[in-house]
Nanobody, 122 residues
Framework: VQLQASGGGLVQSGGSLRLSCAAS????????????VGWFRQAPGTEREFVAA????????SYAESVKDRFSISRDNGKNTAYLQMSGLKPEDTAVYYC????????????WGQGTQVTVSS
């Protein structure tokens, strides 16, 4: 399984970005639509932190308190892609953003993407 995160960039405070996470390769006996998707981020000198997640059927989403009401996670199983729509960006949102997937049966994320840099200027 390969995960390609994209869509990062430099944006002013208050701006918006949409990140994409495209999945490819073999999922073995399963397909992308049987995997939950999560977005995480890591700023320099900090631990990686959870941002948002969506279940494999897309029926349930969850968010970190710091991004709730500003970020929205979604997925298109037909395109094997998940998205993170970010609005009202703040300088403290600056980080490398990673997507990851875990099988609906799994308790931890199995595969990780390479990350995309998001920089928010004040």
């Amino acid at each position: 399984v390969q995960l390609q995160a994209s869509g990062g960039g430099l944006v002013q405070s208050g701006g918006s970005l949409r990140l994409s996470c495209a999945a490819s390769g073999s999922f073995g006996r399963y397909t992308f639509k049987q995997y939950d998707v999560g977005w995480f981020r890591q700023a320099p000198g900090t631990e990686r932190e959870f941002v948002a997640a969506i279940t494999y059927r897309g029926g349930t989403t969850s968010y970190a308190e710091s991004v709730k009401d500003r970020f929205s996670i979604s997925r298109d199983n037909g395109k094997n892609t998940a998205y993170l729509q970010m609005s009202g960006l703040k300088p403290e949102d600056t980080a490398v953003y990673y997507c990851a997937v875990k099988g609906f049966w799994s308790t931890s994320y199995d595969f990780w993407g390479q990350g995309t840099q998001v920089t928010v200027s004040s």
